[in-house]
């Protein structure tokens, strides 16, 4: 006779509407703190937009100049998601909660120091673009990986996208809500505000984030871990 499919044969999509999802999705106190710490962290997603007129309004770079020199962020940003990418997947989960806090540190000081400068202006523009390039490199590891690791476990295969893109949109609605908010602030050359709002966003997606990851870990420490969240739910 022909085999019975097992229960693990079963298509990963079979089952569980998208409605019925995300009824389970606000039941889950993880959802909204992860959904918190990422769209927080959005705000200085969008100031890489901000960087030019950062550097030739603040440090009177002229605009070609300012254009070319505020790619530093991404190459930040880019060789970080290159190496964590390869790094991350692999470590514990208590490492990947000191990486992700490491970066969360790293990101509120280079925000203020930043903000320091705009008040101050005693940092050197050399200084400055090396602080912009190790902010981009730890405020990517945050934003992306973290995330999209949290929206695999809690929606398994069959709802991960569907976790993922509720993320992204609240993260795309902040990120229009910060430019409202820093662009008057920048083109006035009032950057201190800009950074200090960067800065208390890297908070609390800090604050968001580690009650989240710390759960993971201790359920991994446990030998409890659920993988599939609300997935498991459907069957």
Known sequence: P????????????????????????ARER??????????????TGQFIGLIPLYLSTHLSFTKSRAASLSAVFAVGSLASNLLSSRLYGGLPPRSKLRAVAVCHAASVASALALAWQAHRGMLAPAAVLTILALWGAAWA????????VHALELGGKRHAALVSNIYDAAAFAVGAAFNLVALPLGAENRW????????????????????????????AAAGTARG?????KDE
């Not at 890297?202 to 201790?218: D, K």
Request: glycine content about 12%; overall charge positive.
């Open 2 to 25: 022909q085999r019975q499919p097992a229960p693990s044969d079963a298509p990963a999509t079979a089952g569980g509407d998208p409605w019925t999802a995300l009824r389970r999705l």
């Open 192 to 219: 201190g505000g800009v950074f200090f709002v960067l800065a208390g966003a890297s908070a609390l997606s800090a604050v968001t984030m580690f009650p989240v990851m710390a759960g993971t870990a201790r359920e």
């Open 228 to 232: 599939g969240g609300i997935e498991k």
């Open 30 to 43: 993880g959802f909204w703190l992860m959904l918190v710490a990422k769209a927080a962290l959005m705000s």
């Open 141 to 148: 590891l945050c934003f992306y990986l973290p995330a999209g």
